[in-house]
């Protein structure tokens, strides 16, 4: 039986029991369960556990030690649910406290299976909306970095935080605009459309863009803007028709 097959009232008692399990694993230096709970098919029960741990960080300062050492030893496991779970950990962690885990961050970036590399990618999102100082400072650090997908991750790691300051992020995505490999291209467009149809966010694209030098990645982003205006019709500021009008008239 699956995560959400469980009554609200089921899940509820199961998350407490994960937590309870996961802290006394963690006080008696037993890492078993925590592996085991990492491991889990079920997608919900690793967010729970993860979730849990990030909690626990935060409510048991005695066991951060503890944590940050659990966490180190399953990032070397064979298993990479365990790997991702770990690093989703970590960006739980990472939203208050990003020193502690940038190295767990680090090597996440650079983990031979897709799924960890991905939990890198949401864990700079909810670092960087939340903490977002060390995170910027973290992907300046990767942005030119020789691994393409070390880029593209980087990139579309700034996603959250841009869609509230995309102020912060412009300058480093703008380090991007003649990267010459198709996928980083792909999701820079990406970026700039999704954060461009927050409140007071079109304009700051608008304005930023305006000093970019590659027409094609120009044309693009502005193709992607007026298109995500549409696609999140339910959730941007302006209509598409007025997102054009304000492009015709300021880009």
Same mark, same amino acid.
């Given at each position: 039986?699956?995560?959400?097959?469980?009554?609200?009232?089921?899940?509820?008692?199961?998350?407490?029991?994960?937590?309870?399990?996961?802290?006394?694993?963690?006080?008696?230096?037993?890492?078993?369960? %925590?592996?085991?709970?990492?491991? =889990?098919t =079920? #997608?919900?029960?690793?967010?729970?556990?993860?979730?849990?741990?990030?909690? $626990?960080?935060?409510?048991?300062?005695?066991?951060?030690?503890?944590? @940050?050492?659990?966490?180190?030893?399953?990032?070397?496991?064979?298993?990479? +649910?365990?790997?991702? #779970?770990? %690093?989703?950990?970590?960006?739980?962690?990472?939203?208050? =406290?990003?020193?502690?885990?940038?190295?767990?961050?680090?090597?996440?970036?650079?983990?031979?299976?897709?799924?960890?590399?991905?939990a890198? &990618?949401?864990?700079?999102?909810?670092?960087?909306?939340?903490?977002?100082?060390?995170?910027?400072?973290?992907?300046?650090?990767?942005i030119?970095?020789?691994d393409?997908?070390i880029?593209?991750?980087?990139?579309?790691?700034?996603?959250?935080?841009? +869609?509230t300051?995309?102020?912060? $992020?412009?300058?480093?995505?703008q380090?991007?605009e003649?990267?010459?490999?198709?996928?980083?291209?792909?999701? @820079?467009?990406?970026? &700039?459309?999704?954060?461009?149809?927050?409140?007071g966010? @079109?304009?700051?694209v608008? +304005?930023?863009? +305006?000093?970019?030098?590659?027409?094609? $990645?120009?044309?693009?982003?502005?193709?992607? %803007?007026?298109s995500v205006?549409?696609?999140?019709?339910?959730?941007a500021?302006?209509?598409?028709?007025?997102?054009?009008?304000?492009?015709?008239?300021?880009?």
């Amino acid at each position: 039986m699956s995560f959400y097959d469980l009554s609200k009232e089921e899940r509820e008692k199961l998350a407490g029991g994960i937590y309870k399990k996961i802290l006394s694993g963690l006080s008696s230096g037993s890492g078993n369960y %925590i592996h085991n709970v990492f491991a =889990d098919t =079920d #997608t919900y029960i690793r967010k729970t556990a993860y979730l849990a741990v990030g909690k $626990i960080f935060s409510a048991e300062k005695n066991q951060r030690k503890n944590i @940050l050492g659990a966490l180190d030893v399953l990032l070397l496991s064979n298993d990479f +649910r365990v790997r991702q #779970t770990a %690093i989703n950990a970590a960006g739980e962690i990472g939203k208050t =406290d990003f020193n502690e885990i940038e190295g767990i961050m680090e090597k996440g970036l650079f983990d031979e299976h897709h799924s960890p590399r991905n939990a890198v &990618i949401g864990s700079l999102k909810k670092m960087g909306e939340k903490n977002p100082l060390p995170v910027v400072k973290f992907a300046a650090r990767f942005i030119h970095h020789p691994d393409k997908e070390i880029r593209r991750e980087i990139c579309h790691g700034l996603e959250l935080r841009g +869609r509230t300051h995309p102020e912060e $992020i412009l300058p480093l995505l703008q380090e991007l605009e003649f990267d010459p490999e198709t996928r980083v291209k792909n999701t @820079l467009v990406h970026v &700039i459309g999704q954060i461009s149809y927050k409140e007071g966010c @079109l304009g700051k694209v608008i +304005r930023s863009l +305006r000093g970019w030098k590659n027409a094609e $990645i120009v044309a693009g982003a502005i193709s992607e %803007i007026i298109s995500v205006h549409d696609r999140y019709k339910n959730f941007a500021v302006m209509t598409q028709n007025e997102a054009k009008k304000y492009i015709e008239k300021n880009f």
